[in-house]
């Protein structure tokens, strides 16, 4: 189906458009009075997530209510190791957990590759999702880097340091690289069934990208995402890396089509270092919680400096829960108003 709005798509491929397209990194489930009232209505957050109807509504509401230029799929990194057969728990307030964690390469022969077909719920919630937008904008699919869920599984839980997942790779590469292997294999079998449901966008988060040597990131994280961008040729794809300033070169020669970057990553010097790919970002979340007009101020001062091309307006990080919705509004209000100079 034709896009009645294609400005995050066309951005994203490089070509020039009418103004810069923006959405938010976790923009459904955090801020919305709206996502509550789904929310409380729900047993938890797994349920939700494997409801298409529910899921549906909770991804489109941004869009009806915030005007944003692309929806996000409501869903979970996590969804990957329980589909490989590693279960997750999501605890209120604490976020998520694993009752049993990857300890040693024995534990290895619980997983399995997935392929996909444990995630319908989620495909059926994308095509869902796709057809109540009716093409009113691009939907994103996405997953996490492997680096980032391989995290999850050795910890159990999210850390400061991420000190035993760094232990494997130091005093178990072969491990490692073969538990990587497996989380890879099965994120580009679950990838193309996104695509395959409808996504029209993919985006990668490696959200703990920043704890790793520049070394250690080559070997054990953007190799592993280079061979997804590899696999999915069909759409655009989006890399996150929060806190890999120091691979942004490395992420230039990356087969994809947009980098994020976060608020610590200096626009001119990205502009530079990756000057390949559109640029996505990079507000730091915590901008909003400044007065209106401040929130202005900050957004117009990113988007002159992206210089109104190959800019995807976003945050730098994900939107905090306890933001104001006039401010989420008001940053998205700026960015659609803009028009460089
Ligand atoms: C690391 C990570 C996770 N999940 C995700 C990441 C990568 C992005 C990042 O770095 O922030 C990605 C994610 N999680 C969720 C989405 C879809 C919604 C969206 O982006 O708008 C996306 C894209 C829903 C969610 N995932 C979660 C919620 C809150 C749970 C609830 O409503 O009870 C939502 C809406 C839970 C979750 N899931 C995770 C954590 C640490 C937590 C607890 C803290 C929190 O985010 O609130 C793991």
């Known amino acids: 189906m034709q896009l009645q709005n294609d400005l995050l798509l066309r951005a994203a491929l490089g070509q020039k458009t009418e103004r810069t397209p923006v959405w938010l990194m976790r923009q459904a489930g955090r801020v919305l009075p709206e996502y509550r009232k789904v929310r409380a209505s729900i047993k938890d957050f797994k349920t939700l997530v494997k409801s298409p109807e529910a899921a549906t509504e909770v991804t489109i509401q941004p869009v009806d209510i915030l005007g944003v230029d692309a929806a996000i799929i409501f869903s979970d990194i996590l969804v990957i190791p329980e589909a490989m057969g590693l279960n997750y728990e999501m605890e209120e307030s604490k976020g998520p957990v694993f009752p049993k964690r990857i300890e040693s390469a024995a534990d290895l022969n619980l997983l399995h590759v997935s392929t996909g077909e444990e995630l319908q719920y989620v495909l059926d919630a994308i095509k869902l999702t796709k057809r109540e937008l009716n093409g009113r904008v691009p939907l994103i699919g ?5 680096w980032t869920i391989f995290s999850y599984m050795i910890e159990g839980r999210g850390s400061k340091t991420f000190s035993a997942a760094k232990k494997v790779l130091y005093s178990q590469p072969e491990f ?30 490696d959200s703990w990208a920043g704890v790793l040597s520049p070394d250690q990131y080559e070997e054990f994280s953007l190799k592993y995402i280079s061979q997804i961008c590899d696999a999915i040729p069909e759409v655009p794809k989006t890399v996150f890396a929060k806190g890999a300033f120091f691979a942004r070169a490395s992420m230039n ?12 990553m200096g626009i001119e010097e990205s502009r530079q270092l990756i000057p390949n790919k559109t640029l996505q970002g990079n507000l730091d979340p915590c901008a909003l919680y400044g007065s209106l007009e401040d929130v202005k101020r900050e957004t ?9 091309s190959k800019h995807i307006a976003n945050l730098g990080h994900g939107l905090y829960p306890d933001t104001e919705v006039d401010k989420v509004k008001c940053f998205i209000d700026t960015v659609k108003e803009f028009r460089a100079s």
């Open 142 to 146: 996405f997953a996490g880097a492997p």
């Open 300 to 308: 117009k001062k990113m988007l002159q400096a992206f210089g109104g």
């Open 176 to 205: 490692a690289h073969k538990l990587l292997d497996m989380i890879t294999q099965s994120t580009i079998n679950y990838l193309k069934a996104q695509v395959q449901a409808g996504a029209d966008i993919i985006q990668l988060f």
């Open 253 to 264: 020669r990356l087969n994809c089509n947009v980098v994020g970057l976060d608020w610590n």
